[in-house]
């Protein structure tokens, strides 16, 4: 019999619902419930150009709210006699497009910002704290964007830049570069300035696959 780990809502966070990670004949399984309340609340929100990051729900980026709209896509339904399942699956592949364009414009002005605005200024302190930190934030939005660019959704950290390798639109090479830039963020100012300096030539590859659909919020 499996021995599952259970918990409530509050032990899960806001974007599940209780579940179980279960081993079965050998076989890891988690068993998540999803709020359809919370489904049709974030495809509206995706539908106008609204998505959420919960940094508390999931490590290490935390939750990417439209995952759930992702999960729909993929689902194969066991039983679905009102085809709730199915009338969704219409609408959240591929991702709608309103959505797509505020997670490109959002994502990469967070890159944009932050690396005017901190990554240098820590780099130049010597400050390792500041600069790991940047440095993994914006991989991790340039990967949303690149999923965005690709109109995907991305349901598991563990496999995104696997995934990206197959896209149809990202920079030659990105999953290579980001791993060598995250490997070896250094320890001196000339070192982590290095760092910052190829983490911000890959935005710039993926700013330019963005076109038109990004411009700075304010000038910086």
């Not at 490590?59 to 439209?66: D, N």
């Not at 690396?115 to 991989?139: E, I, P, Q, T």
């Amino acid at each position: 019999m499996p021995d599952p780990v259970v918990s409530g809502i509050l032990d899960w966070g806001r974007w599940v619902d209780g579940g179980a990670w279960l081993t079965i004949e050998g076989q890891r399984v988690d068993l998540l419930y999803r709020s359809l309340a919370m489904v049709e609340a974030t495809l509206a929100e995706a539908q106008a150009g609204r998505f959420q990051i919960d940094y508390e729900q999931q490590p290490p980026f935390g939750f990417f709210g439209p995952t759930l709209l992702g999960e729909v896509a993929i689902a194969q339904p066991l039983h679905d006699p009102r085809r709730i399942l199915a009338d969704l699956k219409a609408e959240v592949s591929p991702m709608p497009e309103a959505l797509a364009d505020a997670v490109i414009q959002n994502r990469l002005w967070s890159v944009e910002f932050g690396l005017a605005a901190f990554a240098g200024k820590y780099a130049a302190n010597g400050d390792v704290h500041g600069v790991a930190g940047c440095v993994s934030r914006f991989a991790q939005a340039l990967v949303l964007t690149l999923f965005a660019l690709n109109r995907a959704y991305p349901l598991n950290d563990k496999t995104t830049l696997s995934e990206i390798e197959a896209f149809t639109i990202g920079p030659k090479g990105f999953g290579p570069r980001l791993r060598m830039i995250l490997a070896n963020v250094g320890s001196t100012p000339e070192t982590l300035a290095a760092s910052v300096n190829a983490i911000g030539a890959l935005f710039e590859d993926v700013r330019a696959l963005a076109g038109p659909r990004y411009a700075p919020t304010w000038r910086v």
